[in-house]
Each structure stands twice: as structure tokens, then as C-alpha cells.
């Protein structure tokens, strides 16, 4: 199963974008991983030269498995799902503490079928992850 959000949203004037992946498969247990790959639309966008390996990334993976984590621990599912990252894609200006998080969980969510309630939103505030 395959699911991809793509969080286009302005709050107070402020813009969140991001855009993320996930490819689910039914597992023992909960699984997450990022594929090596996941960074490689640079070089669709800018590039075979592009550099694809930035500083922000380990931040923006990081925000990416907390977001399916947070997904998957909801669904209260018995057995488990190995999700894999695919694509994270950021844009310099838009993209905020937080939106890869959200656009991560209701990616796995999107590949599914199900809906988190409440989900995970932005406000002016930041991110909100409801417990």
C-alpha cells in the first residue's frame, strides 16, 4: 500500500509545505525505514549534479519517522506495519518545524485507509500532535 501527503498550508501568513511518501506492508511488528533514496527528487529537479546528501536531512528524516511512528502507535493494530519512507521533499522557505512530522503520519494513514481523530494539524503555535 501506498500513501503520499502533500501539506500545502498557510497559518498567520506563514507557509508549510512538505511532501512525504510511504510505501506500508503488513509486518510481526511496527517497522520503520527510510530509503536511501528518499532525497533523490533533487536531482529530477535540479539536476543530475544536484546535491541531494544537505545538512537538513538527517533533521527532516528524523521528523519523518517520529510522524509514522506517531501514525502507527494510534491505529492499535494487532500484529504490525513496516513503513518505508520514500520521498521527503522540503521547500527552504515553507517548510517549518513539524510539517514533514504531520505530513509523514497522515501519509501512512492515506495508505490505510484510515483516519487518526483528532489528527495531527498546524497552528500558529506549531504542530499539534493530540495524545
Not at 543530475?48 to 502507527?72: H, T
Request: overall charge negative.
Amino acid at each position: 500500500m501506498q500513501g503520499e501527503f502533500r501539506l500545502r498550508q498557510v497559518i498567520t501568513g506563514i507557509g508549510h509545505a512538505a511532501d512525504v511518501s510511504v510505501v506500508v506492508e503488513a509486518a510481526d511488528r511496527d517497522e520503520v525505514d527510510v530509503s536511501p533514496d528518499a532525497f533523490a527528487w533533487l536531482r529530477d529537479a535540479y539536476g543530475p549534479r544536484a546535491v541531494v546528501d544537505r545538512p537538513v536531512n538527517g533533521r527532516l528524516v528524523v521528523e519523518a519517522v517520529e510522524g509514522v511512528r506517531y501514525a502507527l502507535a494510534r491505529l492499535g493494530s494487532p500484529g504490525g506495519y513496516k513503513v518505508t519512507v520514500t520521498k521527503i521533499v522540503d521547500m527552504p522557505v515553507d517548510t517549518g518545524d513539524g510539517d514533514v512530522k504531520v505530513a509523514a503520519a497522515h501519509a501512512v494513514c492515506l495508505a490505510l485507509g484510515v483516519s487518526l481523530e483528532p489528527p495531527p494539524r498546524l497552528t500558529a503555535n506549531g504542530a499539534i500532535f493530540p495524545s
